[in-house]
């Protein structure tokens, strides 16, 4: 994965959910010394969108120019998975994609998404890259911006916990959708460093009833109309 490569795709505008994920799915697969070389396979299995599906969002992000595509082939002339060319990489047109006849680089059984180990040109250390990449991600969309710099400690922590910082950015962007729709009250969002430290990214969002949003009169008359109607039906005698 290239923090780069997921920070890029998150910015994108414009797209349609499927065609968002699609990206996401593109460029977390996205190696920064080796690209990006999924199958639709397995695109289809990261998103769990159909091979059409993918294939025309594939398409669409050629045309918006987001991507490029080139066949790759192996020594022997075969071909294997397409390379994907991401557009925030550098030198790269979407008219005229570099050649490639390189067989994929292979993957690590050890990361959750078999992909090839995070690395870095400049030799950063692992924890560096998540404090400057990663983190960065998951604070601009966590919706409490309260204690940074513990949150940052808390981030490389959990990430090292997970060993996926993707999951963790994913739940941080739909939590922070949850306090939108919800109404949320901001004095009831966790910080940041707590909601890491307790593992909140496994909490199941639960849709407001509407209850909260009663006045104290209009919430006592709902419980009296439900005690009511229990007893009306026989539980309370």
Not at 72 to 100: C, M, W
Not at 136 to 163: H, N
Not at 165 to 191: Q, S
């Amino acid at each position: 994965m290239s923090f780069e490569a997921i920070n890029w795709a998150w910015k994108q505008r414009g797209l349609t959910s499927t065609q968002k994920l699609t990206l996401l799915a593109l460029a977390d697969r996205h190696n920064p010394d080796y690209g990006c070389f999924p199958s639709i396979s397995k695109i289809c299995s990261d998103t769990e969108l159909s091979r059409s599906t993918v294939i025309r969002c594939t398409q669409y992000l050629q045309e918006a120019g987001l991507i490029s595509k080139e066949k790759a082939q192996r020594k022997n002339g075969s071909d294997t998975s397409n390379r994907y060319i991401l557009g925030f990489e550098v030198g790269v047109s979407g008219q005229h994609p570099p050649s490639v006849t390189e067989t994929p680089p292979p993957v690590s059984v050890g990361h959750p998404h078999n992909q090839v180990n995070i690395t870095s040109k400049n030799n950063q250390s692992y924890d560096q890259i998540l404090k400057e990449g990663g983190f960065d991600l998951f604070w601009e969309y966590y919706p409490r911006k309260i204690g940074k710099g513990a949150a940052k400690a808390s981030f490389v922590k959990a990430v090292k916990k997970t060993g996926d910082e993707y999951l963790i950015i994913e739940k941080a962007v739909a939590y922070a959708n949850h306090c939108i729709k919800t109404l949320k009250d901001p004095k009831f969002i966790p910080h940041a460093a707590t909601w890491l430290n307790q593992g909140r990214w496994d909490d199941e969002l639960e849709e407001r009833s509407g209850f909260e949003d009663l006045s104290t009169q209009q919430q006592m008359d709902e419980i009296m109309s439900g005690v009511i109607g229990i007893s009306n039906g026989g539980l309370l005698k």
